[in-house]
């Protein structure tokens, strides 16, 4: 029975022993690193340091850069500011005398109306005057645009004259001629452009057309013919509804020294018109010119405000001039349009511009027979200086040749 026992004792032992050894020759895993500990809150943040050298900043009054010695000893320099370079003045122009302009024209007039005037001197000089003659007279003025009434009085009266005078040298024919297209275009009117208000100063101008007739390069030109004759001028900018408008009508100015009133973009083109005038009176101007927006004869809310700018003009004083500027080319369609506007605004001069393209010159009668108001400015061409008052003696001349 003991020995039963102690076999079992030492069994136990024995595997107890290889147990151990088996363990203990197994690979150990290496522990996980400890957490982090948490860093402390409360604590203040630390300064910042630089390596090794960081030390704690001294407590010494700062000094000012008049005290530090600079590097060569010598004391600061004061720094050399450069002159400013001013912009050189604006050259002011001066315009060519207003007197004989159209006179000095006329060359360029008669190459693009002496078409109308040998037409009808070659019907004149025919042997036999017949009905088809008189009818190719008729229209050949018609064509020129001088209108259907003014056209068939002309036609009577040199029908009559024709008669009674005989004989035909092309020097009677051409005399006969003149005189009665400076009777259609009539001697007698009135071509002033009014700008010497009998009361006080300034003069007032209200410039109106439709869009495309040239009307604010025509104001921009009167400027320069009132200057030429001695005049200062203020000019009013109430075209606010075309984009850059305002500003052509200020290059107009400055090239003459003409001083230009302006709004906002799209702003209240009576009350541009409004200041244009005070600033007149307060300047001592001799001329306000108002240039107003282009304004399409077919919109009647446009044409009202047309209105509505001459009454807010008048409440500081009464218009001395409404000039309206008409296309010569347009013919028949100016006529129209000049109705329209005689009806908004009361029209006392006419202004022709692009006469010089167009052999149409009998548009002068037509507008003039359709409105009873004068032509006063014909404008000739591209260049500055080339709106001229009108002189129905040097027009006929033009038109009919040497």
């Known amino acids: 029975m003991e020995t039963i026992i102690l076999a079992v004792v030492i069994a136990v032992v024995v595997l107890g022993a290889l147990g151990g050894l088996i363990v203990g020759s197994r690979r150990r895993k290496p ?20 390596g090794e050298e960081a030390e704690t900043p001294r407590e010494e009054p700062r000094r000012t850069i008049e005290e530090v010695d600079l590097p060569d000893g010598s004391a600061p320099v004061a720094v050399e500011e450069l ?37 009808l001197l070659t019907l004149l000089s025919r042997e036999h005057l017949d009905e088809d003659t008189w009818e190719e007279v008729e229209d050949t003025l018609l064509t020129a645009d001088v209108g259907v009434q003014p056209t068939q009085e002309l036609v ?23 005189e009665e297209l400076l009777t ?26 439709v869009n495309g007739t040239g009307k604010t390069t025509t104001t921009g030109k009167l400027a320069r013919v009132l200057v030429a004759d001695g005049r200062s001028v203020v000019l009013g900018a109430a075209d606010t509804f075309r984009a ?7 290059t107009w100015g400055e090239r003459v020294g003409a001083y230009t009133v302006r709004g906002p973009e799209a702003g209240d083109p009576a009350s541009v018109a409004f200041d244009a005038v005070k600033e007149g009176k307060e300047m001592g101007a001799d001329v306000v010119l108002i240039d107003t927006a282009g304004r399409l004869h077919t919109k009647t809310g446009l044409m009202d405000e047309l209105g509505k700018v001459k009454r807010v003009v008048e409440k500081h004083a009464p218009l001395d001039e409404v000039l309206l500027v ?25 202004v022709l511009t692009k006469l010089d393209g167009t052999a149409k010159g009998g548009i002068v ?12 400015l014909v404008g000739l061409g591209e260049g500055p200086d080339d709106l001229a008052p009108f002189e129905p003696e040097a027009f006929v001349d033009a038109i009919i040749g040497d």
């Open 31 to 50: 522990l996980p690193p400890p957490p982090p500990t948490p860093p402390d809150i409360t604590a203040p943040p630390a300064e910042p340091h630089v």
């Open 83 to 119: 002159p400013v370079e001013e912009l050189p003045a604006p050259v002011i122009e001066v315009p060519e005398p207003t007197a004989g302009r159209l006179v000095r024209l006329r060359a360029r007039l008669s190459r693009s109306q002496n078409a109308l005037g040998k037409g």
């Open 156 to 178: 009577e009266r040199l029908r009559e004259r024709v008669r009674v005078l005989g004989t035909r040298t092309p020097a009677e024919l051409r005399g006969l001629l003149r």
């Open 184 to 209: 259609l275009i009539g001697t007698d009117m009135d071509r002033t452009v009014k700008t010497e208000p009998a009361t006080s100063k300034p003069g007032i101008v209200m410039v109106v057309g």
């Open 244 to 250: 850059a408008a305002a500003d052509q009508l200020q």
């Open 326 to 350: 008409l296309d010569a080319t347009t013919g028949q369609n100016g006529l129209i349009q000049a109705r329209v506007f005689a009806e908004v605004v009361d029209i006392t001069g006419i």
């Open 365 to 376: 009668a037509a507008v003039q027979r359709e409105l009873g108001v004068p032509v006063k």
